[in-house]
């Protein structure tokens, strides 16, 4: 038997659909040149919830329009008790035997997605990335400091990462600048100023902060207050990042443009996806030990000019996003609701599950051959890369949406506006 919840909107119950209604993601539309509001997609439309609150048809809060602005923040503030029952009282209009008034609300706010503009779907407090995948962690360390160094000591312990630039954060469908950088390679003896080399992708997973705190979390509190997650491609420049990484870890490698899906899955959505972290390798300590199954199991894929040149599952991951808001909130670091958290590069066990161009050209050293008999070992201007990500339920699939990026060639003069 099928776990497809039913709707009476005939496009969400499509088992080629990303968005039945079991899933219900969040985002921000505009349609010609009208204001952005908030969406919610199901099928091949877009809930106008914006429209639907102001009509006093739909309330996350009673006392405030908190959907009257382009972006979810102020509905996330309000705590996972509002998320739910928000998504309940919108499963209800929505599924198979709704009462007439209530799908007559949805017609008439709701539009085709195919004429709607996607918009970042929050705006994003502050970014952290981390670097939670055991495989990725363990090819990057052996090409940049041998197999013997490849997981530095504290790896095992607690998820590595580092505070990335909010700034940097685009939605699906942005052009991507080739950067500009400063370079040292074995070829030439002193640094030089020129456009990266080495430009590249990273496929990870974004974890959403619902609410603002001050205070360390557990696992589980951090769990609860995950909003939900986005597919997130941190373009990086490995040749910039090769010469700045060390002593502070990257900077200018990471902060060029980060781009993530323009549909927010909401965690209760994937629910029925949890699963457990891969076994530990050494006893986390006990504020970071797992409790249950706070993992997913997402099928993720990287295409290149639409040709797949990587599939792994979001499932590697050595730390859950819960594991990471955990560590992260430790030293009393305060938080923020739209605090975005990159997963870190999700590679798996076999070529083919490498998450980077890095580990798929294996630094460069061995380009790989696409269908059309060309080779890469980074991107090529002009290039499109897109991530994809796919929960597979029983009878029906939750998505995320596209995750692309095309490049453009480097300014000539970077300093020339
Ligand atoms: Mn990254």
Not at 283 to 295: E, F, G, K, R, V
Request: with cysteine; hydrophobic share 40%.
């Amino acid at each position: 038997m099928s776990d497809l919840i039913q709707s009476w909107l005939p496009s969400a119950n499509s088992p080629d659909s990303e968005f039945p209604l079991n899933n219900l993601p969040y985002g921000v539309f505009s349609v010609a040149d009208g204001d952005l509001r908030c969406g919610i997609a199901i099928g091949n439309r877009i809930v106008d919830v914006t429209g639907l609150e102001a009509a006093g048809l739909l309330r996350a809060d009673p006392d405030a329009e908190v959907l009257d602005a382009p972006f979810w923040n102020d509905f996330m503030d309000l705590g996972p008790q509002v998320w739910a029952t928000f998504r309940a009282a919108l499963t209800a209009m929505l599924k198979a035997d709704a009462s007439d008034d209530a799908q007559d609300a949805i017609t008439t706010y709701s539009v085709p997605m195919a004429g709607a503009t996607l918009h970042l779907p929050f705006r994003v407090s502050e970014y952290t990335d981390f670097y939670a995948g055991r495989h990725h962690a363990t090819n990057v360390g052996t090409m940049f400091r041998g197999a013997e160094n490849a997981l530095p000591p504290n790896w095992l312990h607690m998820p590595i990462g580092y505070n990335g630039r909010a700034s940097s954060v685009v939605v699906s469908g942005t052009d991507i600048r080739r950067p500009w950088g400063q370079l040292k390679s074995p070829d030439h003896e002193t640094p030089i100023f020129a456009p990266c080399r080495r430009f590249d992708i990273e496929l990870e997973l974004g974890a959403i902060v619902g609410t603002a705190s001050n205070r360390p979390l557990s696992v589980d509190q951090a769990n609860a207050n995950i909003f939900g997650y986005v597919l997130l491609n941190d373009w990086s420049a490995r040749d910039i990042q090769a010469w700045e990484y060390q002593p502070l870890g990257p900077f200018q490698a990471k902060a060029t443009a980060t781009t993530i899906s323009p549909w927010i899955v909401p965690s209760a959505a994937l629910i029925p996806f949890r699963t457990a972290t891969p076994p530990r390798e050494k006893p986390l300590l006990p504020h970071l030990a797992d409790t249950t199954a706070m993992n997913h199991t997402i099928t993720l894929s990287v295409t290149l000019n639409g040709e797949q040149i990587a599939h792994t599952n979001a499932d590697e991951l050595y730390y859950s996003s819960a594991q990471q808001l955990a560590h992260h909130t430790t030293s009393g670091c305060p938080m923020r609701a739209g605090d975005l958290l990159g997963s870190g590069t999700i590679s798996g066990p076999e070529k083919i599950n490498r998450g980077s161009l890095l580990e798929l050209s294996w630094g460069g050293k061995e380009p790989f051959t696409l269908a059309n008999g060309d080779t890469r070992t980074f991107i090529e201007d002009g290039d499109t890369l897109a991530l994809h990500g796919t929960a597979k339920g029983n009878g029906y699939q939750i998505g995320f949406g596209p995750c692309t990026g095309q490049i453009l060639p480097a300014a000539k003069d970077p300093f020339q506006t």
